[in-house]
Structure formats: structure tokens, C-alpha cells
């Protein structure tokens, strides 16, 4: 299990990432939202042990351990870190990801032999920039998987190339429901949608408000040389 209690990240002028609690289950899906796409990213860069945090706790499987997160974890199209580049065709995204992976674990080595086997085949001549939601979505979290160590997904913001959930939903329930492979998938989002039940968090959800709703350092005064 993912926890993450308080997880902030310190930006120039106000947090990255403002402090944020939530928990993802194996074989569950969990969508964050958060109008910001930057702090979308901090998000999901933090929950895979990929960017330090200013502070709180986070733990996978009951481990502090940053080394045990990023071993366990794929982010997936994570804009301006992993997101594919647009002159990059399919076929290259596939040959470049799986250089990446033990040979091992990725069985063929051309791209070729994994497209097929994979069912991509249709796709493989498309420049990535000409992919469909949904299948971008498809090949990328399949990438993401060969290696069999990946137990958490983490999809920065999927819903920025479609606004109908049908082209990203489905095949995130579909990994989290997974029996032969039980995932925790986490998604940021800008909103969740309307017809989605599951569990929800929303990016700072942790912040100390005060009775008016409003954050505690908006109501902090300094004091003046009388009061001190």
C-alpha cells in the first residue's frame, strides 16, 4: 500500500506541491484531483520517489525507504519529464523504453516482436503525436509494466489529451482490477469524473485551515514592536 501523510513540496513563491494525504490500495484505483498541471506533476513525481519532498511522510508497503518506492514504481506520461516526444514514432518509443529494461525481463529485443505480441501492430507506424487517448494510454502503461518489479502506476494527468473519461477510465480500472497482477494506480487528474465512485483524494488536502475555510498562513499577522 502507498501512504502519504502531509506530503508537501516547497516551490519559489508558494508550494509545488501543497500538503497532501492519501492512500492507494493494491487492486484499487485512486484519482488525485488538482486544477494545477504543476502540481499535478509534483504529485506524481513524489509518489514514485522521484522528487524529494519538503516534508511529511510517505511509505510504500510500510517502508520510508525511497529506494524501495522508485524500484516499485512507473510514473506514465508525466509532461515535460516522460511524456514521448512528438517526432519520436511508435516503433522508436518502443525500441528507446525497452533498452531501459534488464533484457530479462523484456524478452525480445526489437520492438518489432513486442508490438506483435503486445497488439500494438496497428499503432506501430504512428508518429506518437497521432496516437488516440486511449491507445497512447495503452502502449504506455504496457511499457511501463515489463518489468514485473512495477507493482505501482502513477498517470500524471491523462485526461489532458481527452476530456471523456472513456478514454482513459476503462484501461486504469482494468490495470487496478488486474487478479493475476494487483496494482495501486494512481491517476492526477484536473477532475474526477461524474460517473467515478471509487476513492478519491484532492491535492491539499492536508492543509491547516481555520474556521473560515481559509489557509492558516492567509491569517497569520505578524507582530508589531508593541506586542512583542
Keep these: 500500500m502507498l501512504s502519504a501523510h502531509q506530503l508537501h513540496?516547497?516551490?519559489?513563491r508558494d508550494d509545488l506541491l501543497p500538503p497532501t494525504s492519501l492512500?492507494?490500495?493494491?487492486?484499487?484505483?485512486?484519482?488525485?484531483?488538482?486544477?494545477?498541471?504543476?502540481?499535478?506533476t509534483a504529485l506524481a513525481l513524489a509518489l514514485s520517489g522521484r522528487m524529494k519532498p519538503s516534508g511529511g511522510t510517505l511509505e510504500?508497503?510500510?517502508?520510508?525507504?525511497?529506494?524501495?518506492?522508485?524500484?516499485?514504481?512507473?510514473?506514465?506520461?508525466?509532461?515535460g519529464v516522460n511524456d514521448p516526444e512528438q517526432h519520436l514514432s511508435v516503433r522508436d518509443l518502443v525500441t528507446e523504453d525497452l533498452a531501459l529494461v534488464p533484457r530479462r525481463y523484456r524478452g525480445a529485443l526489437l520492438s518489432k516482436p513486442w508490438l506483435k505480441v503486445n497488439r500494438f501492430e496497428d499503432i506501430a507506424g504512428l508518429w506518437t503525436e497521432q496516437l488516440p487517448a486511449d491507445r497512447r494510454l495503452e502502449l504506455l502503461t504496457a511499457l511501463?509494466?515489463?518489468?514485473?518489479?512495477?507493482?505501482?502506476?502513477?498517470a500524471d494527468s491523462p485526461d489532458r489529451h481527452s476530456g471523456d473519461p472513456a478514454d482513459w477510465l476503462p484501461r486504469l480500472e482494468?490495470?487496478?482490477?488486474?487478479?493475476?497482477?494487483?496494482?495501486?494506480?494512481?491517476?492526477?487528474?484536473?477532475?474526477?469524473?461524474?460517473?467515478?465512485?471509487g476513492p478519491t483524494a484532492v491535492i491539499g488536502n492536508a492543509a491547516v485551515r481555520t474556521a473560515e475555510g481559509l489557509p492558516q498562513e492567509l491569517?497569520?499577522?505578524?507582530e508589531t514592536e508593541d506586542a512583542k
Design 60 to 79: 510504500w508497503d510500510g517502508s520510508p525507504r525511497t529506494r524501495n518506492l522508485r524500484q516499485a514504481s512507473a510514473v506514465v506520461d508525466s509532461p
Design 174 to 197: 482494468e490495470l487496478a482490477n488486474d487478479a493475476g497482477r494487483p496494482l495501486a494506480v494512481v491517476a492526477t487528474v484536473s477532475r474526477v469524473p461524474e460517473r467515478w465512485s
Design 9 to 12: 513540496v516547497n516551490g519559489r
Design 23 to 40: 492512500q492507494a490500495r493494491r487492486g484499487g484505483l485512486l484519482l488525485v484531483s488538482g486544477t494545477r498541471q504543476d502540481q499535478r
Design 219 to 222: 491569517c497569520e499577522t505578524p
Design 144 to 154: 511501463a509494466l515489463v518489468d514485473p518489479h512495477t507493482d505501482l502506476l502513477v
